[in-house]
């Protein structure tokens, strides 16, 4: 639950400051983030895993990669997780070291191989064997040599969305598991190719402790069997998907408790699991959180345009659209909404909809909210994953801007964007 975003005398704060103060300075529809929020979220990780000597946290950029975030991240001692040429770009002009960044990703091109390598980024994580072909042939023509690790399908399911849900073996990712030796065995022997790793990344939002220990008991067989066949690894990258609570994100007596709140993952006791499963001499470890990090840092503060009634059902409309959070609208997400400002108005079911021209461009359906007028402000919470990083300009709606809060201080680190930069 975030303690850096909570209500003060029925007023939204984030840290120190009133989130109506923020939109009345910056504009609405505006993503605030909470830098405190992100140190809280990355210590526990980092205390968590302190039983592991030496493991990495790799933070995945696609969960969210505005600038400021990312040299926050990176000042906190993180490396970064990649999945493009853009995001080793912007990994390395935040402050990460080459050597912390690692890429991956399913389709990665040739400008995506060859960025990394003459960057000289640490690892590249391979997932097919005509890819690892490339990434040999790339290197020799740059005259480098690709430091490699495997991606492994372990065919696990994560138990959450099918959308996030990657490591099964009809997912595109990854090689399948039983097909991997002979990969990693084709790999040892290639000119300008060292394989060091083993890399494994199940899902997203994965809320169950059973599905990460299936996942570690299907690595330790697999590098166990390396070992048979002479090849010793060096890394091993476990990938992330630790899930947050969307539910019920702030209590409080003024709003409604949310039903189904989603279980948190003990964090010690995964650092356990991975730890006692897949400790091997000389052997690091890594993990990929995105959405752990950053996702409870972050609101969307939103101005209420219009209430409108049809058939009984009562529509909330708001000048935040699919466009600029798509969350709800790729895969019914649920996101807490709440009013920036509390009164004792009591609650009925809404539906929370945007401007865009399409049904699917809602925040909420039937949700039980207090009475909300023209004007009034609403945050939608825990959005600094995959909110601004996957908004787009559909129906020709400009970006919302960005802030960055550190206690009492606020500050733009991205500017709204003007009718002008459409074009």
Do not use: W
């Given at each position: ?39 809280r ?24 990669s ?36 690692s ?11 060859d ?91 994965v ?15 697999f ?30 007596d ?15 006791s ?65 996101h ?52 601004y ?17 550190e ?6 680190v ?10």
């Amino acid at each position: 639950m975030t303690d850096k975003i909570r209500y003060e005398q029925n007023l939204l704060h984030v840290e120190d400051i009133p989130a109506a103060d923020l939109a009345e300075k910056f504009g609405t529809p505006l993503y605030v983030y909470s830098g405190g929020q992100i140190a809280r979220n990355f210590g526990l990780l980092q205390k968590a895993f302190s039983v592991i000597p030496g493991a990495k946290i790799l933070y995945a950029l696609k969960a969210n990669s505005n600038p400021e975030i990312l040299r926050h991240i990176c000042s906190l001692g993180a490396g970064a997780d990649t999945v493009s040429a853009g995001e080793i770009f912007l990994a390395l002009r935040s402050g990460f070291a080459p050597g912390s960044i690692s890429l991956a990703g399913v389709g990665k091109t040739d400008l995506d191989i060859d960025f990394a390598l003459s960057r000289g980024i640490g690892t590249i994580i391979v997932e097919s064997n005509e890819e690892l072909k490339v990434v040999s042939e790339r290197a020799s023509a740059l005259g480098r040599t690709a430091t490699v690790s495997l991606r492994i399908n372990p065919d696990v399911d994560a138990r959450t969305h099918p959308h996030i849900s990657t490591g099964l073996k009809e997912n595109k990712f990854g090689i399948n598991i039983d097909k991997a030796g002979e990969t990693a065995a084709r790999a040892v022997k290639m000119k300008n190719i060292e394989l060091v790793g083993i890399h494994s990344h199940i899902g997203s939002q994965v809320t169950e402790h059973a599905p990460f220990e299936e996942a570690a008991d299907s690595i330790r067989k697999f590098v166990l069997d390396l070992k048979k066949r002479g090849i010793e690894i060096k890394q091993i990258d476990v990938g992330g998907g630790i899930g947050v609570r969307y539910r019920n994100a702030i209590k409080h007596d003024l709003l409604p408790v949310e039903k189904k709140e989603e279980p948190v993952i003990n964090l010690n006791s995964l650092a356990k699991v991975i730890k006692d499963r897949l400790s091997f001499p000389g052997c690091e470890i890594a993990i990929e959180p995105g959405r752990y990090i950053v996702a409870e840092s972050g609101v969307l503060l939103t101005r209420v345009l219009y209430r409108k009634e049809s058939a009984g059902r009562r529509f909330i409309v708001v000048d935040a659209g699919m466009n600029d959070m798509m969350r709800h609208a790729l895969y019914s997400a649920y996101h807490q909404i709440v009013p920036v400002k509390l009164k004792d108005s009591g609650f009925s079911p809404a539906d929370v909809v945007g401007p865009v021209c399409e049904t699917t461009d809602a925040f909420a359906v039937q949700r039980e909210l207090p009475a909300l007028n023209r004007g009034d402000l609403v945050a939608i919470l825990t959005v600094g994953a995959y909110g601004y990083s996957i908004a787009s300009n559909y129906n020709s709606r400009p970006k919302p801007a960005e802030v960055f809060v550190e206690k009492d201080s606020a500050r733009v680190v991205r500017d709204r964007e003007t009718l002008d930069d459409l074009i």
